[in-house]
């Protein structure tokens, strides 16, 4: 290796920021691993897929966990929604057994040896042995320190490599945080976990160096949100609210907003909206009604045609003579307003080569649950007081401007185009406008329902005398 590379490799600030990393790794290692103490996110139970059993070292448990050790009960089989730690502790070897008989005299009584187990159970109840807890302070301390020391590290470094090392920095600390989660329950790992399938006899394996000595078991349950109309069919994707959350732990399922439905009630076997996790997976079922809408609409069209006969003249006979665009021009403007707001027409030539202004607005929406009642509706009466149309400068309410425009001499207006006399071969001498309303609407169908308020245009044909 050249000499001018071996010196940059171990350049001052390049040695600082390799010891700065060092300890900036092991301190979140020490400090993951004490946050990882009582953690059983890794087992899973047995309805889940596993692993379920997991084997430790007793001396790595802290004084919780500790308190939780009992023996397994007779034939105890695995339960679906359990999981499991089996707890080992170190065999004792032959120097620490005559060590320890030689530095006690031999008792003048005859009682049986005692092995490490017994003088646990001898342990007050309550004061179980707390070397794990001690252990894992000690390394979250030490790691406190590593991390204190590469911080110090990091602000001695300076110039342009210190934000390059400070992501460093994290990126190991995360590598650190992660792989310490792969293992994710608390407790040294003597062997790799393993499935156990609900109802098989629970047997403590041999694991050389170890002897079994307990085993730590937690119950878990599930709870699932779901949402059903009231026929009992879903209408959004159900929720995992807790999935395999140990017994105790606190849950709260959401009530949605569904687009089309409104909340009615819990159905009357769920469980409750929030509470706690029991040993059995919860169902929490939201109950909603199905909606319906109404509209009510503006649909009006404005227009006015006559078909000219027996006029015999080529130009006319047949033809449809577009009256309204005559009559509604520059000079004699027509618009429409609801409840004093104008509303913009449409214009267009329909297929008889007429004119017409077309004017739709939605003037009431509701939602209501299916099979009620709709209600609140504007009302004839009301739809008479709020349209107004004005024509020729005068505004009119609709049955006002009906009987207006059917006064207008559209004979007159003929004549002066044609320059024939002509007369209606029926009763009615002019072209005439009626308003339709809609009947009451009912109940909220599944549907949307949709209504109009239309005007409806009758046309006589004219003939020449």
Same mark, same amino acid.
């Given at each position: 290796?050249?000499i001018?590379t071996?010196?940059?490799?171990?350049a001052?600030?390049?040695i600082?920021?390799?010891?700065?990393?060092?300890?900036?790794?092991?301190?979140?290692?020490?400090?993951?691993?004490?946050?990882?103490?009582?953690?059983?996110?890794?087992l !899973?139970?047995?309805?889940?897929?596993?692993?379920?059993?997991?084997?430790?070292?007793?001396?790595?448990?802290?004084? $919780?966990?500790?308190?939780q050790?009992?023996?397994?009960?007779?034939?105890?089989?695995?339960? %679906?929604?359990?999981?499991y730690?089996?707890?080992?502790? *170190?065999?004792?070897?032959?120097?620490?057994?005559?060590?320890?008989?030689?530095?006690?005299?031999p008792?003048?009584?005859?009682?049986p040896?005692?092995? !490490?187990?017994e003088?646990?159970?001898?342990?007050?109840?309550?004061?179980?042995?707390?070397?794990?807890?001690? $252990?894992?302070?000690?390394?979250?301390t030490?790691?406190?320190?590593?991390l204190?020391?590469?911080?110090?590290?990091?602000?001695r470094?300076?110039?342009?490599g210190?934000?390059?090392?400070?992501?460093?920095l994290?990126?190991?600390?995360?590598?650190?945080?992660g792989?310490?989660?792969?293992?994710?329950?608390?407790?040294?790992?003597?062997?790799?976990t393993?499935?156990?399938?609900t109802?098989?006899?629970?047997?403590?394996?041999?694991i050389?160096?170890?002897h079994?000595?307990?085993?730590?078991?937690t119950?878990?349950?599930?709870?699932?949100?779901?949402?059903?109309?009231t026929?009992?069919?879903?209408?959004?994707d159900?929720?995992?609210?807790a999935?395999?959350l140990?017994?105790g732990?606190?849950?709260?399922?959401?009530?949605?907003?569904?687009?089309g439905?409104q909340?009615?009630?819990?159905?009357?076997?769920?469980?409750?909206?929030?509470?706690?996790?029991?040993?059995? $997976?919860?169902?929490?079922?939201?109950?909603?009604?199905?909606?319906?809408?109404?509209?009510?609409?503006?649909?009006?069209?404005?227009?006015?045609?006559?078909?000219?006969?027996? $006029?015999?003249?080529?130009?006319?006979?047949?033809?449809?003579?577009?009256?309204?665009?005559?009559?509604?021009?520059?000079?004699?403007?027509?618009?429409? %307003?609801?409840k004093?707001?104008?509303?913009?027409?449409?214009?267009g030539?329909?297929?008889?080569?007429?004119?017409?202004?077309?004017?739709?607005?939605?003037?009431?929406?509701?939602?209501?649950?299916?099979?009620?009642?709709i209600?609140?509706?504007?009302t004839?009466?009301?739809? *008479?007081?709020n349209?107004?149309?004005?024509? %020729?400068?005068t505004?009119?309410?609709?049955?006002?401007?009906?009987?207006a425009?059917?006064?207008v001499?559209?004979?007159?207006?003929?004549?002066?185009?044609?320059?024939?006399?002509?007369y209606?071969?029926?009763?009615?001498?002019?072209?005439?406008?009626?308003?339709?309303?809609?009947? %009451?609407?009912g109940?909220?169908?599944?549907?949307?329902t949709?209504?109009?308020?239309?005007?409806?245009?009758e046309?006589?044909?004219?003939?020449?005398?």
């Amino acid at each position: 290796m050249p000499i001018s590379t071996f010196r940059r490799l171990v350049a001052p600030k390049k040695i600082l920021g390799l010891l700065a990393t060092i300890l900036f790794t092991v301190g979140f290692w020490s400090l993951s691993a004490f946050a990882a103490t009582g953690d059983w996110s890794a087992l !899973k139970t047995a309805d889940q897929g596993g692993p379920n059993v997991a084997y430790v070292d007793k001396e790595s448990l802290d004084s $919780t966990e500790l308190a939780q050790l009992r023996q397994l009960t007779t034939g105890e089989v695995i339960q %679906a929604n359990w999981r499991y730690k089996l707890v080992y502790a *170190k065999d004792e070897t032959k120097d620490s057994s005559s060590s320890s008989s030689s530095s006690n005299p031999p008792s003048t009584t005859s009682t049986p040896p005692s092995t !490490k187990d017994e003088q646990v159970k001898r342990t007050p109840e309550g004061q179980l042995p707390q070397t794990g807890e001690d $252990t894992m302070v000690m390394i979250s301390t030490l790691g406190l320190v590593f991390l204190g020391g590469a911080f110090v590290l990091v602000f001695r470094r300076k110039g342009r490599g210190v934000k390059g090392l400070v992501v460093l920095l994290l990126a190991t600390g995360t590598l650190s945080l992660g792989t310490s989660a792969v293992k994710a329950y608390s407790g040294t790992a003597l062997k790799g976990t393993t499935l156990l399938a609900t109802g098989t006899v629970i047997t403590p394996p041999t694991i050389d160096g170890y002897h079994y000595v307990g085993v730590i078991s937690t119950a878990s349950g599930s709870v699932i949100a779901r949402y059903v109309d009231t026929d009992g069919q879903e209408i959004a994707d159900s929720v995992t609210v807790a999935d395999g959350l140990e017994v105790g732990t606190t849950y709260a399922t959401e009530q949605k907003v569904i687009d089309g439905y409104q909340f009615k009630e819990l159905a009357t076997d769920s469980a409750a909206a929030s509470g706690t996790v029991t040993d059995s $997976t919860q169902t929490v079922t939201y109950v909603y009604d199905k909606l319906g809408t109404y509209t009510l609409n503006l649909s009006l069209r404005l227009n006015g045609w006559f078909t000219v006969i027996n $006029t015999g003249k080529t130009d006319y006979d047949g033809k449809t003579i577009d009256v309204f665009g005559k009559i509604v021009n520059a000079d004699k403007p027509v618009s429409i %307003a609801w409840k004093g707001q104008e509303i913009t027409p449409t214009k267009g030539v329909d297929e008889k080569g007429a004119s017409y202004l077309q004017y739709d607005l939605p003037i009431y929406t509701s939602q209501g649950v299916v099979g009620e009642a709709i209600s609140g509706y504007p009302t004839t009466d009301e739809i *008479k007081e709020n349209l107004t149309i004005t024509y %020729a400068g005068t505004t009119y309410h609709p049955d006002e401007f009906v009987k207006a425009y059917t006064a207008v001499s559209q004979r007159t207006i003929l004549e002066d185009l044609t320059n024939i006399p002509f007369y209606s071969d029926t009763e009615s001498n002019s072209n005439t406008w009626s308003m339709s309303y809609p009947t %009451a609407p009912g109940n909220y169908a599944a549907t949307p329902t949709t209504q109009s308020v239309t005007f409806v245009s009758e046309s006589f044909p004219w003939s020449a005398l």
